[in-house]
């Protein structure tokens, strides 16, 4: 196959139709820049050779432009000599048709025949398979070896078939292997070797018996121990139910709790002896204090009677002090009622001056609003008039934005008509410049945008009619219209002829606006601070300020009547004193001055007052102390006295003393049985010695009782336990499972012997495969061997049974993975030429397309590839898409260009 012409059209990125132009025999190399659409390309080329038209796959709606569109693709390309055509559409408008020379089929008879001449088979999806898959090498794809399907395995199965057809002859013995493997799967996996089937069934019955097995043993070893534990639970029982030992244990017990008995009754006695220790200590310790407290008595009494003398002088001097102290105080309080006096009067004549400067300043205030209402009304005017201007004014900023936007739509849609337009230079020779008329006018020289039917008349010669392209002009010319006719709507509306007369009607709205909010501004700088200018309607603003002055008015009236009879009621002094005569006339300021020399004199005679208060307090305090302490001193006294009198009569001096003595006797006398109980105590044993004894015992007891009921539930459970399992036959169902055990041990091992007999013939048919193999592959390594060793001097290539590198050797062995990817990538390339050339030769038709292939080769390297790619176009044609010019000028070949089509045309 050599491909002469490639279209696309509607495919991804090409949405407008290009040619790949330039094709030929040999070495063809597109070098275009990124985003050029080399892949696309390929991907083009691709979908026509492997992929049907009428197939719905994601794949195929993958391939639809970014505007939308129905894929196109066209090859023209010669088979063995005879020209060939293919063309195929996808999505809504699929179809399919290829011409081989004079024949020519459509459709569905046009994808079989193509595959027929290719050798591909269906491999679902509407995607055919087979070794021209392999040689349509994408972006990316050159670094991995080739994927071969099973159609593609035959397609090189079939080239390889041509010179060793006698010597593989191993068709039987693929077959046996393949049976081999088919048997070998029944006892395990073909991925991890894990037995499967019966084998697995065998290993899991043997486990299942081997555990049976073990879970009986286990309870035959229960059993014996049983049968152990219910001898020794019998023996401890007759043990605990012994009854000479049940009756020592109680008598212990018994004993201790008679002990208890002797040590608490000691306990008691101790107790009650040093109750009455403790009560014989108190009585003389009593008697011992109330002697000392008569003592003291007698002496706190000389004390008292002593400082009632001295109490009873110093409240008699000051009793003096008090009464003169009284009388000063006396005169003060005259002096300050006189002062308080004067500054009543003195404030009010205050007020009465005060009262005149109020109505003075209100009378100012007055005139002061008054003036502003004037200001405000002739601003509220202007703002009125100012609104009036600006409501006539129809032009506003949402007004002059659509009509801007209409404006920018007309201009871009006339630009669009403009630019879509055919252009008609003109270059003409100045006689003949009179000569030439465009639509009867005179031409002139330049470049004119034939935006309609235009006629050019040439004086002498006749005349041209030129008709730029109907469909896209009418289009654009609908756009100018709509545009033109909104634009006229909104001027229209606007109560305007042009943009310019909407643009000078908006700056007069603008600049009313202006006027608008500086009248507001004035209007708003007249009335008082905190009017609320957005809820003002109708100058609701200036009838509460005529409000308000009225309202002033009325207050200062009533301030005048008040004034006048304030003042007439000020003329005489509160206690009906004469007439001030010119006091009433002072100003404000001195009527202040005058009231604040009063206050100071009443406030002077007030401290007076309060100072001959605080020393009459003072000393008044002082003779109530001094009586508070000589009646304090007077109840003392009497105090002692009573509580003397009370003690010598309930018991006199010398039965006090008796009292004492034989206080102190009783004393000596228990402390003494005191001391001789506590060594009685002490011989016996502690009672919680004692009590811890009785406790051990009766826990004892009580532990014996639930030991034996215990024991007694216990053996009669083994007893139950033992016959159940005499019953079962224990050892007859070991003997039973040791048996099975022995039957499934034999199946397994059969098993296992089967399946290693299996993988011994599987390795030795697979061994006799690979050498017939490799006398398979012989032609394979013959075709590519060549260029291996022009690309790598001294190498050979080994080849897997998948038709894969597996290794490469120079000094040693190297497996494919392991090389670097530069050499992975040459390695695939040079296994897809191999490929190539086998189909060239088989079918004597082949082509190969590298896109951006041979990335990571150094220099010397990528020189050895292009000498064999330039020896291998001489055979077929090879297709280099690249990215990287310079690097691949030294490649040669024909030079290829993406053009872009004015139409889709016929394939050739």
Same mark, same amino acid.
């Given at each position: ?135 349509? &090498? ?196 005259? #002096? ?142 609908? #756009? ?19 943009? @310019? ?130 009646? @304090? ?46 060594? @009685? ?8 010695? &004692? ?113 894969? &590198? ?103």
């Amino acid at each position: 196959m050599i491909l002469t012409d490639v279209q696309v059209e509607g495919f991804r990125r090409f949405a407008s139709p290009v040619r790949l132009d330039g094709l030929g025999p040999g070495l063809n190399v597109l070098a275009a820049p990124n985003e050029a659409g080399k892949s696309t390309l390929l991907l083009a080329l691709r979908a026509a050779l492997t992929l049907r038209h009428s197939s719905k796959s994601s794949v195929i709606k993958g391939f639809a432009p970014y505007g939308g569109g129905a894929p196109h693709v066209a090859l023209s390309f010669t088979w063995k000599g005879m020209a060939c055509t293919l063309e195929k559409r996808f999505l809504n408008q699929k179809c399919a048709r290829l011409r081989l020379g004079p024949e020519q089929f459509e459709g569905d008879q046009a994808e079989e025949k193509l595959r027929d001449l290719l050798g591909l088979a269906d491999a679902g999806k509407g995607e055919a398979a087979g070794l021209w898959n392999a040689l349509l &090498v994408g972006q990316g794809e050159s670094f991995t070896q080739p994927n071969l399907n099973e159609a593609g395995h035959a397609s090189l199965r079939d080239c390889l078939e041509q010179g060793v057809e006698k010597a593989v002859g191993g068709a039987a013995a693929s077959a046996v292997l393949a049976k081999v493997r088919d048997r070998l799967l029944l006892l395990q996996t073909a991925s991890t070797g894990k037995p499967t089937g019966r084998y697995k069934q065998a290993l899991e019955q043997e486990q299942a018996a081997q555990d049976r097995l073990q879970t009986l043993e286990a309870r035959k070893a229960a059993l014996e121990e049983d049968l152990v534990a219910l001898e020794q639970a019998r023996r401890i029982l007759r043990e605990q139910e012994d009854p000479e030992r049940r009756a020592h244990e109680e008598a212990a017990l018994k004993e201790l709790r008679l002990v208890r008995d002797k040590v608490l009754r000691l306990d008691a006695e101790e107790l009650a002896a040093r109750a009455a220790l403790t009560a014989a200590i108190t009585a003389c310790s009593s008697a011992r204090q109330e002697q000392e407290r008569r003592q003291e008595n007698k002496v706190r009494q000389l004390h008292l009677e002593r400082a009632c003398a001295e109490s009873q002088q110093t409240l008699d001097g000051l009793a003096q002090k008090v009464r003169q102290a009284r009388r000063c105080l006396d005169l003060c309080r005259q #002096k300050r009622e006189h002062a308080e006096q004067h500054h009543q009067h003195r404030r009010q004549q205050r007020m009465v001056a005060a009262r005149r400067a109020m109505l003075q300043q209100m009378q100012d205030t007055l005139a002061q609003e008054r003036a502003l209402l004037h200001r405000a009304e002739a601003a509220f005017a202007r703002l009125e008039q100012e609104q009036a201007i600006l409501a006539a004014l129809r032009v506003d900023e949402a007004s002059i934005q659509r009509i801007r936007k209409a404006a920018r739509q007309h201009e871009q849609a006339v630009a669009l008509l403009e630019a879509n337009a055919p252009v008609l230079s003109m270059a003409l020779l100045p006689e003949a410049a009179q000569r030439v008329t465009l639509n009867g006018a005179p031409c002139r020289e330049g470049e004119i945008r034939l935006t309609a039917t235009t006629t050019v008349q040439i004086e002498g010669v006749g005349q041209f009619q030129i008709t730029p392209a109907r469909q896209e002009q009418d289009d654009v010319q609908g #756009k100018v219209q709509a545009a033109l006719t909104q634009l006229e709507t909104l001027l229209q509306q606007a109560g305007c002829q042009n943009v @310019a007369e909407a643009e000078h009607r908006f700056e007069e709205h603008r600049q009313a606006e202006v006027r608008l909010v500086e009248a507001r501004a004035a209007y708003r700088a007249t009335l008082p601070d905190g009017t609320d200018l957005a809820r003002d309607n109708g100058g609701q603003a200036l009838a509460a300020l005529r409000k308000t002055i009225m309202q002033k008015d009325a207050d200062l009236a009533l301030a005048r009547k008040e004034s006048i009879a304030e003042g007439e009621g000020a003329t005489a002094d509160a206690d009906g004193a004469p007439p001030c005569g010119a006091d009433t006339l002072l100003t404000p300021d001195q009527a202040a001055e005058a009231e604040d020399q009063a206050a100071r004199e009443a406030e002077n005679a007030r401290h007076a007052e309060r100072d001959e208060q605080a020393a009459c307090a003072v000393l008044q305090a002082e003779q109530d102390k001094a009586d508070a302490a000589l009646r @304090a001193l007077t109840q003392a006294l009497e105090h002692l006295q009573r509580e003397q009198a009370v003690s010598v009569a309930r018991e006199a001096d010398e039965a006090l003393a008796q009292r004492a003595e034989e206080a102190q006797r009783a004393q000596a006398t228990a402390q003494a049985r005191v001391e001789q109980l506590a060594q @009685a105590r002490q011989e016996e044993q502690p009672l919680s010695v &004692v009590e811890s004894g009785i406790r051990r015992r009766a826990q004892a007891l009580d532990t014996a009782r639930t030991a034996i009921t215990r024991l007694r539930e216990d053996i009669r459970g083994r007893e139950t336990r033992v016959r159940l399992a005499e019953g079962e036959g224990v050892d007859e169902q070991i003997a039973e499972a040791r048996r099975a055990v022995e039957r499934l041990r034999l199946e397994r091992e059969g098993c296992e012997r089967e399946r290693a007999a299996l993988v011994l013939l599987q390795n030795t048919l697979g061994q006799a495969e690979r050498t017939q193999t490799e006398r398979y592959l012989a032609p394979l390594r013959r075709t590519i061997q060549p260029a291996f060793s022009a690309v790598f001097p001294g190498a050979s290539v080994a080849f897997d049974t998948s038709f894969g &590198v597996e290794a490469l050797t120079r000094r040693q062995a190297e497996e494919f993975n392991k090389l670097s990817d530069g050499t992975q990538e040459q390695i695939s390339v040079l296994v897809r030429l191999g490929f190539a050339e086998l189909l060239h030769a088989r079918q004597g038709s082949s082509i190969l397309v590298l896109d951006d292939a041979l990335s990571f080769s150094d220099s010397l390297r990528l020189e050895r590839v292009f000498d064999v790619l330039a020896d291998a176009a001489t055979r077929f044609q090879i297709l280099v898409l690249t990215c990287r010019a310079e690097t691949f000028a030294t490649l040669g070949g024909r030079a290829l260009t993406l053009q872009p089509l004015a139409e889709f045309t016929e394939p050739r």
